[in-house]
């Protein structure tokens, strides 16, 4: 089966071109960009593990080494489309849009977090696993009856593959032909699970076949080969020709989230390993440099600008109001009911010190 599902690459891990039928897409300052994009994330990734360190954020989820997958995808979308991410997803969610105040505020409870740009269909990061699944598939139907040309996409991790809302969303939006882009960013750990030890097929992509929807499987640090392969998911989508399976193969150098200890369940050697051989930023600094179009003064400069942007976020993400931890009863119904009611005088009781 990993036969019939290949992984596909455009650019290796040395920064060399192995697909000659994609070269033209590979130019100097789609490479800049992609670069300066990821460098973003991945300083807002290691911003955002240093503030849950000092206890101004809490538990934090992240992504450092997943850059190209998200970055790829991310930007291949319209800005029209719909994204479903998960707890993992904030770069993807960045670079597609959102407010980096917002993103802050979410991982530091409060439910503004969720709420995106106007006019960006960013749906609420999806903590219970594949939930966003059935709602992706949902989401991308409207479109298709409102007569747009609107698609969705949808991220996961190998771990939603097992989880029913997986195989009941694909089998939807294949009944419907729903168009929505399936993205499964394999990290290879479902926290502390190997995908060996969660499932016996040597892929996921071929898990396409059972709903009779295309199957991809893409080197998920090459940011190209990402990009290519969700561009054309997209298209195929947009044509009326319903959804696509991706999967991304890559890896977490990190914990699964900040209270999480990788140590336990995994050899760390393997992600330093990878840091030096297959890491997303690395590859595309390696094909500047043998253009002769990467300069240290360059690179200072995005980072500078990325940091002083991650910085004005935080401080007005750390400017806002403290969080009211009685407002998680607020919008669980339009109009509370006495039950919710009852819970939240309770619950605020307990909070100044009374008894239950």
Same mark, same amino acid.
């Given at each position: 089966?990993?036969?019939?599902?290949?992984?596909?690459?455009?650019?290796?891990?040395?920064?060399?071109?192995?697909?000659?039928?994609?070269?033209?897409?590979?130019?100097?300052?789609?490479?800049?960009?992609?670069?300066?994009?990821?460098?973003?994330?991945?300083?807002?990734?290691?911003?955002?593990?240093?503030?849950?360190?000092?206890?101004?954020?809490?538990?934090?989820?992240?992504?450092?080494?997943?850059?190209?997958?998200?970055?790829?995808?991310?930007?291949?979308?319209?800005?029209?489309?719909?994204?479903?991410?998960?707890?993992?997803?904030?770069?993807?969610?960045?670079?597609?849009?959102?407010?980096?105040?917002?993103?802050?505020?979410?991982?530091?409870?409060?439910?503004?977090?969720?709420?995106?740009?106007?006019?960006?269909?960013?749906?609420?990061?999806?903590?219970?696993?594949?939930?966003?699944?059935?709602?992706?598939?949902?989401?991308?139907?409207?479109?298709?009856?409102?007569?747009?040309?609107?698609?969705?996409?949808?991220?996961?991790?190998?771990?939603?593959?097992?989880?029913?809302?997986?195989?009941?969303?694909?089998?939807?939006?294949?009944?419907?032909?729903?168009?929505?882009?399936?993205?499964?960013?394999?990290?290879?750990? @479902? +926290?502390?699970?190997? %995908?060996?030890?969660?499932?016996?097929?040597?892929?996921?992509? #071929? !898990? =396409?076949?059972?709903?009779?929807?295309?199957?991809?499987?893409?080197?998920?640090?090459?940011?190209?080969?990402?990009?290519?392969?969700?561009?054309?998911?997209?298209?195929?989508?947009?044509?009326?020709?319903?959804?696509?399976?991706?999967?991304?193969?890559?890896?977490?150098?990190?914990?699964?989230?900040?209270?999480?200890?990788?140590?336990?369940?995994?050899?760390?050697?393997?992600?330093?390993?990878?840091?030096?051989?297959?890491?997303?930023?690395?590859?595309?600094?390696?094909?500047?440099?043998?253009?002769?179009?990467?300069?240290?003064?360059?690179?200072?400069?995005?980072?500078?600008?990325?940091?002083?942007?991650?910085?004005?976020?935080?401080?007005?993400?750390?400017?806002?109001?403290?969080?009211?931890?009685? @407002? +998680?009863?607020?919008? %669980?119904?339009?109009?509370?009911?006495?039950?919710?009611?009852? #819970? !939240? =005088?309770?619950?605020?009781?307990?909070?100044?010190?009374?008894?239950?």
């Amino acid at each position: 089966m990993e036969e019939q599902f290949p992984i596909l690459t455009i650019m290796d891990a040395n920064g060399h071109i192995v697909s000659k039928n994609d070269e033209a897409l590979v130019t100097v300052d789609r490479v800049k960009e992609f670069y300066q994009a990821m460098v973003k994330i991945r300083l807002f990734d290691k911003k955002a593990v240093s503030l849950q360190r000092q206890g101004r954020i809490g538990t934090y989820a992240p992504f450092e080494g997943q850059e190209a997958a998200q970055a790829g995808s991310a930007l291949a979308l319209e800005n029209s489309d719909w994204m479903f991410p998960t707890y993992r997803d904030h770069g993807a969610a960045i670079l597609f849009g959102h407010s980096l105040k917002n993103i802050l505020l979410f991982w530091n409870g409060r439910n503004e977090g969720c709420i995106p740009p106007e006019g960006k269909n960013i749906f609420p990061p999806a903590i219970p696993i594949a939930t966003q699944i059935p709602h992706a598939a949902g989401a991308a139907l409207a479109e298709k009856k409102k007569g747009t040309k609107n698609a969705a996409i949808c991220y996961f991790g190998d771990g939603a593959t097992s989880e029913g809302d997986f195989h009941e969303g694909l089998n939807f939006a294949s009944v419907f032909q729903s168009p929505v882009v399936f993205f499964c960013q394999n990290n290879h750990y @479902a +926290i502390s699970v190997p %995908v060996t030890k969660q499932m016996n097929s040597p892929t996921i992509a #071929q !898990k =396409a076949l059972s709903y009779s929807i295309p199957g991809v499987r893409i080197d998920g640090n090459d940011v190209f080969a990402v990009y290519s392969e969700t561009r054309r998911a997209l298209e195929r989508a947009r044509r009326g020709e319903g959804p696509t399976l991706i999967e991304a193969v890559t890896w977490r150098y990190g914990a699964h989230t900040t209270a999480d200890d990788p140590t336990k369940y995994r050899d760390q050697s393997e992600s330093n390993n990878k840091r030096k051989e297959t890491d997303p930023l690395l590859r595309l600094e390696r094909w500047l440099k043998q253009h002769g179009s990467y300069e240290d003064s360059w690179v200072r400069e995005i980072e500078n600008v990325a940091g002083d942007e991650i910085d004005r976020a935080i401080r007005e993400m750390e400017s806002s109001p403290i969080a009211d931890p009685a @407002a +998680i009863f607020d919008y %669980v119904f339009e109009t509370p009911t006495w039950t919710i009611e009852r #819970q !939240k =005088a309770e619950y605020i009781k307990l909070l100044r010190g009374g008894a239950k």
